[in-house]
């Protein structure tokens, strides 16, 4: 049960376009399209934006995307927004009722 | 409105336990797997236990086997966990979270927690 590893910050300026990776194994990432990611603003809970990789919850907007390669996923922030500044987690089921964090990127909007 | 209150968080000894409630409302509680997930003070979120809708399997992340036991009491739309051998490192803001979902219509188990709690916050320390 190692944690997923993904970059520990990543910034961009407004309008453009910024990308974090969530690296796994062959026995969750790689294993399952059951990724999901999370943001959390300063002092909140986090809140889902992306699951089964691709899949963006109603009222997530468009411009996050998410995608996976092998034992990698990314998250990709489209048109980047002030807004948009938060901590980001990936998560992985990994099995048998069993899940795996990412351990955060931080984005920081210029 | 989906909702999910946790309570039970407290300053503990180590060594000591505690009790964490959960309490859903908003949506059929027996339809939907739970988990806790905790958080450390300024560190990143870490998958604690989960458990299927009817509690007859369980999980738990290895640095709590042993330790902690979740159940749920699908009656009162609650969930609980039961920490005991408590130890400084799980000191956390402990969320309740609302897990898997099987679509029978679609014969497709959803893999994600899409609905957090607040958080009850546990303390540790002599």
């Known amino acids: 049960q190692s944690a997923l590893t993904q970059p520990r910050s990543v910034s961009g300026s407004p309008g453009q376009s910024v990308t974090i990776s969530c690296t796994g194994t062959?026995?969750?990432?790689?294993?399952?399209?059951?990724v999901s990611w999370y943001q959390q603003l300063p002092g909140k809970a986090p809140k889902l934006m992306i699951y089964d990789v691709d899949q963006r919850p109603s009222g997530v907007p468009d411009r996050f995307s998410g995608s996976k390669t092998g034992n990698t996923a990314s998250l990709t922030i489209s048109g980047l927004q002030a807004e948009d500044e938060a901590d980001y987690f990936c998560?992985?089921?990994?099995?048998?009722?069993?899940?795996?964090f990412g351990l955060g990127t931080k984005v920081t909007v210029l | 409105e989906v909702r999910l209150v946790e309570s039970g968080g407290g300053a503990v000894r180590p060594g000591g336990s505690l009790t964490l409630s959960c309490e859903a409302s908003?949506?059929?509680?027996?339809?939907?797997?739970m988990s806790w997930v905790r958080q450390a003070p300024g560190k990143g979120l870490e998958w604690v236990s989960a458990i299927n809708w009817n509690g007859a399997s369980i999980a738990y992340a290895d640095s709590v086997k042993g330790r902690f036991t979740i159940s749920r009491d699908n009656a009162r739309n609650s969930l609980y966990l039961q920490l005991s051998s408590l130890r400084a490192e799980d000191t956390a803001l402990y969320y309740c979270t609302r897990g898997a979902y099987y679509d029978i219509l679609r014969a497709v188990y959803y893999y994600y927690m899409d609905v957090w709690g607040q958080g009850t916050t546990v303390t540790v320390s002599s």
């Open positions: 998560c992985s089921f990994a099995g048998t009722y069993t899940y795996v």
């Open positions: 908003g949506f059929m509680f027996d339809d939907y797997d």
């Open positions: 062959s026995s969750d990432v790689g294993n399952y399209n059951s």
